[in-house]
């Protein structure tokens, strides 16, 4: 059965830095990514990338602090995330799909949690 298994959450202080990374097992999907939930709020999507192609997605407020890869040899894909700011506390969640259009993404993993303090 396919997974998704995150790694890399924490605690930070405000511009610090965090990696995520999300293995996928059992299967090779054409988009990976992340979403997040900050509390009280409702599921984002932060970044994406075609797996494929490499092309990628960021949310406006991530772009160019925030940076995604790939790693096609171990079917992994990391989230780079720099000076990182209190409304980037959330769970983080990896998605997978057949596309990166919202309704493709189909798979999540359980999340990580971030935390940003200022």
């Known amino acids: 059965q396919a997974q998704l298994a995150e790694s890399g959450g924490g605690s930070v202080q405000a511009r610090g830095s965090l990696r995520l990374s999300c293995a996928a097992s059992?299967?090779?999907?054409?988009?990976m990514g992340w979403f997040r939930q900050a509390p009280g709020k409702g599921r984002e999507p932060v970044s994406t990338i075609y797996t494929g192609s490499g092309t990628t997605y960021y949310r406006d407020s991530v772009k160019g602090r925030f940076t995604i890869s790939k790693d096609n040899g171990r079917n992994t894909v990391y989230l780079q995330m720099n000076s990182l700011d209190p409304e980037d506390t959330a769970i983080y969640y990896c998605?997978?799909?057949?596309?990166?259009?919202?309704?493709?993404?189909?798979?999540w993993g359980q999340g990580t949690q971030v935390t940003v303090s200022s």
């Open positions: 059992g299967e090779r999907y054409n988009c």
């Open positions: 998605v997978a799909g057949d596309s990166c259009a919202n309704r493709d993404l189909r798979h």
